[in-house]
């Protein structure tokens, strides 16, 4: 957890309705690379850590009997739920409300347990430690993020690109120019050095695969209004009353942006770490 910060839960308090929208997909081939690496059968059971509205868990869940999904936000746990139903996995699928800080939580043992882009958001030596006791011998912690280190424009792309330097200017007109997280703010971001966490907290590995992306995609006014308001940093309620003038100021500046009200734009690669807890502890 990042010094000098406490986590609260409004950090990502009505967040959870834009994220189908807003958030961009990760890499298409993930599950079969996941599929492939951990030699997935169907069987076994999946714990998402950080689980949102429940992306990863349900792109997985061909992969495994079962899939659990833990979040702290009730908006998530919600639309997770929802999600399950409407895939036909609802039967073989759990939701839990609670902080990872929460866990074993009764939730039993897994064969893998992931991370998508929520472990800086914890208390993660805490959470590694628990998390590696509450997975099987042979089992895999796998942390999951978009790929940093790429460049991705959109020449030879129908039209502009996401303006996104002008769309974090104006966030920070409104909400001034130190990141907001929750009820307080993060001047240094979130933390990195995940591996010296995992490797203390006694797994080996790790295990790095990169899942080409690159596509094509498309996104217009809404999906990009929808991708603000699905982040922590600019989530609907920082903005109190101002609200509806930060939207409409938004999307003034998306259609100048873009007459048509459509950009290009290209999926990111998503870069994966895999742990292993050691068959003897």
Not at 30 to 42: F, K, M
Not at 151 to 169: I, K, Q, S
Request: glycine share 14%.
């Amino acid at each position: 957890m990042v010094a000098g910060w406490e986590w609260d839960d409004t950090l990502f308090a009505g967040t959870a309705a834009y994220y189908e929208r807003g958030r961009l997909p990760y890499a298409p081939g993930l599950a079969d690379a996941l599929a492939g690496a951990l030699r997935l059968d169907g069987r076994g059971r999946l714990i998402d850590v950080g689980c949102g509205p429940g992306t990863i868990a349900l792109s997985l869940a061909h992969l495994f009997g079962e899939i659990v999904g833990v979040d702290p936000d009730s908006g998530m746990i919600a639309e997770a739920a929802r999600a399950a139903a409407g895939r036909g996995v609802g039967d073989r699928s759990r939701w839990v409300q609670a902080r990872a800080e929460a866990l074993p939580a009764g939730l039993g043992t897994f064969s893998v347990a992931v991370f998508g882009q929520s472990f800086h958001w914890m208390d993660r030596d805490l959470v590694a430690a628990t998390v590696r006791d509450m997975l099987r011998p042979g089992g895999a912690l796998v942390h999951i993020s978009d790929l940093k280190t790429e460049t991705r424009t959109v020449d030879g792309l129908p039209h502009p690109a996401v303006p996104y330097a002008a769309v974090d200017e104006l966030v920070k007109r409104y909400l001034g120019p130190v990141r907001r997280a929750g009820r307080g703010l993060l001047p240094q971001g979130t933390p990195g050095g995940e591996a010296e966490v995992f490797a203390r907290a006694g797994f080996s590995g790790p295990w790095r695969l990169v899942v080409p992306g690159g596509q094509a995609l498309e996104r217009s006014v809404e999906d990009v209004v929808a991708w603000v308001f699905s982040m922590s940093f600019s989530a609907p309620h920082l903005f109190g009353e101002g609200r509806g003038d930060f939207e409409a100021d938004l999307r003034r500046l998306l259609r100048e942006a873009s007459a048509s009200g459509r950009f290009s734009e290209r999926a990111p690669s998503t870069e994966v770490f895999v742990w292993g807890r050691d068959s003897s502890g």
